[in-house]
């Protein structure tokens, strides 16, 4: 059963999962950011425990292969470093599925931050949408949005 398992993930299965597995959260950012669905099953730690056990998997199968994980380190060392760790379509996957942890995170709090301003939820969903395609401009447009809801600019919180 195992072995079945095993083989039936390859990278780029697991891509594949891994891409369409989160869009059911973002949806639920999106349409329902107010639900009790959002609540337990979104903002909460459910698509981490999924997402971490995908990268474990990614790193279990890393092992098996001989990956050189001290050659990660490479990574700060320069632009020509970095693109040469994004030859390996494991690291690749590491990375992809670290991004869309991150950015279905920061989804989360977005959603969780707008209750607190009661930000209108059509309003809220263009930053949700930038969001999950470039993370960090979508914080931004959300920062922005939120200023004329709290009616004041707070650098931390």
Same mark, same amino acid.
Not at 102 to 121: E, M, R
Not at 153 to 157: A, T
């Given at each position: 059963m195992i072995e079945q398992i095993y083989t039936f993930f390859t990278i780029e299965t697991l891509y594949m999962w891994i891409n369409i597995g989160v869009l059911p959260f973002w949806f639920i950012l999106i349409f329902f950011p107010q639900s009790h669905i959002s609540? &337990? &099953?979104?903002? %909460? =730690?459910?698509?981490f425990f999924l997402l971490s056990g995908a990268y474990l998997f990614i790193l279990y199968k890393s092992f098996l292969v001989g990956y050189d994980f001290d050659g990660n380190f490479n990574l700060y060392l320069g632009l020509n470093e970095l693109s040469r760790l994004f030859e390996d379509n494991l690291y690749v996957m590491m990375f992809w599925t670290h991004f869309v942890a991150?950015?279905?995170?920061?989804?989360?709090?977005?959603? !969780?931050?707008?209750? !607190? &301003?009661?930000?209108?939820?059509v309003l809220l %969903?263009?930053?949700?949408? =930038?969001?999950?395609?470039?993370?960090?401009?979508?914080?931004?447009?959300?920062?922005?949005?939120?200023? &004329?809801?709290a009616k004041r600019?707070?650098?931390?919180?």
């Open positions: 609540r &337990f &099953f979104v903002t %909460s =730690i459910f698509p991150i950015n279905l995170f920061l989804g989360g709090w977005i959603v !969780k931050d707008a209750q !607190k &301003f009661l930000i209108n939820k %969903s263009i930053p949700l949408i =930038i969001t999950y395609l470039i993370g960090p401009i979508g914080l931004f447009i959300y920062w922005i949005i939120r200023i &004329f809801y600019i707070n650098l931390y919180e």
